[in-house]
Nanobody, 118 residues
């Protein structure tokens, strides 16, 4: 069993920055692909960024060049640095972990609200 706990959300003005953290407990963090997803009101949950155990990253086109995902396996934590935030980045941000070894178990965090508004 893995528990994922996000932190770092809040209210920020357009153009500002926020850093999200997702702390994992209960399993071998380094064998998980970790990702950040977001869900805005009335919209489907969408991928923001992910990072594999090997450190490969992938980003949604809408955040490329503005967001950076990283991980610290020693701290069992994945981060999302968000710069140049826009009102359309407003959403609940969720952390997701997918075990890279069979069985491919999936875990989700409870989410953290990010609001970009003046």
């Amino acid at each position: 069993q893995v528990q994922l706990v996000e932190s770092g959300g809040g209210l920020v003005q357009p153009g500002g920055s926020l850093s999200l953290s997702c702390a994992a407990s209960g399993s071998i963090f380094r064998i998980y692909t970790m990702g950040w997803y977001r869900q805005a009101p009335g919209k489907q949950r969408e991928l923001v960024a992910l990072i594999t155990s090997a450190g490969s990253t992938n980003y949604a086109d809408s955040v490329k060049g503005r967001f950076t995902i990283s991980r610290d396996n020693a701290k069992n934590t994945v981060y999302l640095q968000m710069n140049s935030l826009k009102p359309e980045d407003t959403a609940v941000y969720y952390c997701k972990g997918v075990r890279e070894l069979a069985p491919a178990i999936v875990y989700w965090g409870q989410g953290t609200q990010v609001t970009v508004s003046s």
